[in-house]
């Protein structure tokens, strides 16, 4: 048997052990035998096995938060505000003035993050049932949030808010004793900023150029003299072939369809920069928002950054507690990294643990969200972290942080409101492993595709108590009904006493949210459960716990 066919039967087994919820870590480690440190090829990093505190974790919590959060005007501000017309171009406009005298750069040094508590938001998310934090690192505007040794200029302890971010983020999450997970985002940099190169079309300042291809030269007598913008901007480079709207720039994300290609220097000072983040704040995971990983595949500086924080990890533990998120995964790519699906969920059980991440409104801060109140209900992030879970995968929510620091009080009400349900009901979602289904009932049918990385969240049915989500722990199967039943009983087919699923007898049914056992009868048309006549707080997911 070749390598390659060796390497490929070995994840084959580990995803099979995988779904097994008899076996834990040890004994998937037992397996397949690990052959050593990790190298910067695919091949090697399939030998890469998930950490069973992710999987056990099932729900973290992120502080998608930087510059572009001062505007308060939503994802992609730093590139939008750049488009002639857009929203973003005409807030911008109005609250600072044109982009060829007022650019991105000048946004950053607006930004003090005067109100920011890490300790007390933190606490808020564990108290919320969160059992990681994450924090961002960097965006595609390639600001680094942290004291960056190589990028020692553009970075917020040295403008803005003139603070570690990252070790603020870090320090309180030790404080709670949540693993700290860090996202980062600035390989694209080099197209995403291809906008602020541009000019207006029309008005006064047609043909202005942008502050895009400013240069130190330039900053003589400016608040930025003696700084280099294309340390930030790295614009003095052809453009993408097509850079007339955002979908192109979605997709040139692998380098390809005439995207501008990083040159090895650019794409040696990103792994230097997060190999410098790896070393100095310990993450337990990294996020990418990547097609695979970083550079992929013009480089392999993503590659070898995977290998570095697998290989310190596995120097530090005997085993790799370390994980890596990418997005837009090949099946073999799943083995050797954790698949991310941004505002998505797979439509069945993944064989591998994934994650899917989401926000509460958008990525950045929004005022227009707040003042209109379209951020998602706590009901919403419930059915989609239960949804998730009976699916073998995990929820990393993003609440978005203002400016200043703070998360407002319509966020703060729904995050308690999440909060109530997880304590009432979290037994049936931490530590979990996926049934033999995932569920049944009308809503799994309309569930729309995935695309690109991700997006189909909310395209299917809404949830009703004919709608069940399976999972299972020790000897414990988890029923939750995504809806209280009205009529007062609840009927899941997949139990029926004539079920292949399901053969044994069952002896009790618990409501998780009280501990009330319920009376239920088992028949061949399914399990009917009556339910009390009272509901309990957040009733719009009912955990049922069933033991033959």
Not at 245 to 263: L, Y
Not at 275 to 295: G, H, Q, R, V
Not at 317 to 332: F, H, Y
């Amino acid at each position: 048997m070749d390598r390659r066919n060796a390497l490929k039967l070995g994840a084959s087994a580990i995803a099979g052990l995988y779904l097994s919820p008899l076996l834990g870590q040890s004994s998937i480690i037992n397996a397949v035998a690990n052959k050593g440190l990790f190298q910067p090829t695919w091949d090697s990093l399939q030998k890469y096995i998930v950490p069973d505190w992710f999987r056990d974790a099932k729900f973290g919590m992120w502080a998608h938060w930087g510059p572009q959060c001062e505007p308060e005007a939503g994802d992609w501000y730093g590139r939008n505000m750049y488009e002639e017309g857009s929203r973003q171009y005409k807030i911008h406009v109005e609250k600072y003035g044109h982009p060829s005298k007022f650019g991105f750069k000048d946004v950053i040094n607006v930004w003090k993050a005067d109100k920011w508590n890490p300790e007390e938001l933190v606490n808020l998310y564990k108290e919320t049932g969160a059992k990681y934090f994450m924090a961002m690192a960097n965006h595609h505007d390639n600001l680094d949030l942290y004291d960056s040794k190589h990028q020692p200029h553009w970075n917020s302890t040295q403008m803005g808010p003139k603070k570690d971010i990252i070790a603020g983020w870090e320090k309180a999450a030790r404080k709670a004793g949540l693993p700290f997970a860090v996202s980062v985002h600035a390989a694209h940099a080099w197209n995403w900023f291809d906008t602020s190169q541009g000019a207006d079309k029309n008005g006064a300042l047609a043909g202005v150029p942008y502050d895009g291809n400013l240069t130190k030269e330039d900053g003589k007598g400016t608040w930025w003299e003696g700084l280099d913008p294309q340390e930030l901007y790295t614009q003095k480079h052809p453009l993408s072939t097509k850079t007339s709207n955002k979908a192109s720039v979605h997709s040139q994300w692998d380098w390809a369809d005439g995207a501008s290609i990083p040159t090895p220097a650019y794409s040696e000072k990103f792994h230097d920069r997060t190999i410098d983040l790896i070393d100095k704040y310990n993450p337990d995971m990294i996020y990418f928002d990547d097609t695979a990983l970083p550079l992929w595949p013009v480089s392999d500086a993503g590659l070898r950054i995977a290998a570095h924080l697998y290989n310190k990890s596995l120097k530090k533990n005997r085993t790799v507690q370390a994980v890596i998120t990418g997005k837009i995964l090949t099946e073999s790519q799943r083995k050797a990294i954790v698949w991310d699906i941004e505002k998505g969920q797979s439509n069945k059980i993944e064989p591998l643990p994934w994650q899917t991440d989401t926000c509460l409104g958008n990525w950045h801060y929004d005022r227009s969200v707040y003042n209109n109140k379209r951020y998602k209900s706590a009901k919403t992030v419930i059915h989609t972290l239960v949804d998730v879970v009976s699916k073998n995968g995990n929820l990393m929510l993003n609440v978005p942080v203002r400016g200043d620091g703070t998360i407002d009080e319509l966020e703060r009400e729904i995050v308690k409101e999440i909060g109530v349900w997880m304590k009432l009901n979290s037994k049936s979602i931490y530590g979990t492993r996926p049934w033999k289904i995932f569920g049944e009932g009308p809503q799994q049918g309309s569930a729309g595709a995935l695309t690109a990385q991700g997006f189909n969240e909310g395209k299917g049915k809404a949830y009703t108590s004919e709608d069940i989500r399976f999972a299972q722990k020790d000897k414990t199967l988890y029923a939750t009904v995504m809806a209280w039943s009205e009529s007062g009983t609840a009927v899941i087919k997949s139990l029926g006493n004539k079920s292949a699923y399901y053969t044994q007898k069952i002896k009790r049914v618990k409501l998780v949210s009280t501990g009330e056992e319920l009376q239920f009868t088992q028949n061949e048309n399914g399990l009917e459960v009556h339910f009390p006549s009272q509901k309990p707080e957040a009733s719009y997911a009912n955990a049922l716990e069933i033991t033959a």
